[in-house]
């Protein structure tokens, strides 16, 4: 039996556990090693660490890399023929007056991370503490979305980029309208072209349905695996509950972490965890 095939059983057996327990796992040391234990089989062939020199594994030939569009370094990426870059949309979302919410903010909030992140994890908009501070997922419902990361290895220190498809607040939390994430929808798009995430984890309904362009409500949208094809690019893309409803109905939680564990499960099937 492969480690993907007795992966793939020990998350059944888990969730099955998590079913008869009602049990949602919050991140704990504990939990971290029986997910190492239960998760991460080492018995098929070790993951290949990239090459440093130019962000490939090593046993990649030069065909195979021209033809690759992921996860290459930042550099790299500007030089093949495009003159964005993160830095640059960073600074245009700081200047955008292109909708209302413009001349609301304290701050916009671009988004934060590393610059060939494993995961892209995209959310809805700014909240008042990310408007305070210009940074994504700062407030509670950040806090917990890192204890989600984290529990599947994940965190924007190390591998991962958090964005927002609108990145500024709209007036009272309220969802942005149409116009407003029209307005702001290039800024994501380019950010997804510099950054080439190997998957994508949405947060939220709004995200979800602005990302995939559909009034399909969460509940359907969660649980599998789509594609969101941008540029040549064809990215994994997993949908889940925003940490903010997890945090006001806490019988989303045992859902969502059924989402995590499949993205994690995706993760080491196609990258080898990295
Ligand atoms: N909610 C979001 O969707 N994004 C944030 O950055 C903060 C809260």
């Not at 494993?118 to 503490?129: D, K, M, R």
């Not at 989600?148 to 309220?174: D, H, Q, W, Y």
């Not at 045992?254 to 499949?262: G, H, I, N």
């Amino acid at each position: 039996m492969t480690a993907s095939e007795k992966q793939k059983i020990a998350v059944f057996m888990d969730t099955a556990q998590d079913f008869f327990t009602s049990g949602y796992r919050t991140y704990s040391e504990a939990s971290a090693t029986m997910q190492k234990k239960y998760y991460f089989m080492d018995d098929d062939a070790p993951a290949v660490k990239p090459d440093q020199s130019d962000g490939f594994p090593v046993n990649v030939n030069d065909s195979a890399k021209s033809a690759y569009t992921g996860g290459r370094p930042v550099e790299q990426r500007r030089s093949n023929g495009s003159d964005d870059s993160l830095e640059k949309i960073a600074a245009e979302v700081k200047a955008c007056n292109n909708c209302s919410l413009g001349g609301l903010r304290t701050n916009a909030a671009p988004g934060e991370g590393v610059t060939q992140p494993l995961v892209l994890v995209i959310g809805e908009g700014p909240g008042a503490e990310e408007d305070a501070q210009g940074r994504p997922f700062a407030g509670k419902a950040g806090q917990l979305l890192d204890k989600m990361l984290s529990s599947i290895e994940l965190s924007r220190n190390t591998n991962c980029f958090i964005a927002n498809v609108i990145k500024c607040r709209p007036p009272g939390n309220r969802d942005p309208y149409p116009e407003e994430t029209s307005a702001c929808a290039h800024f994501l798009e380019r950010q997804i072209i510099q950054l080439k995430p190997k998957f994508i984890l949405i947060a939220g309904r709004i995200a979800a349905q602005t990302l995939l362009k559909t009034t399909e409500p969460i509940g359907r949208l969660r649980g599998r695996f789509k594609e969101l094809t941008i540029a040549d690019m064809t990215i994994p893309l997993i949908i889940t509950y925003h940490p903010a409803a997890l945090l006001r109905n806490e019988d989303l939680k045992r859902p969502a972490w059924e989402d995590l564990k499949l993205l994690r499960i995706k993760i080491e099937e196609i990258s080898g965890g990295n």
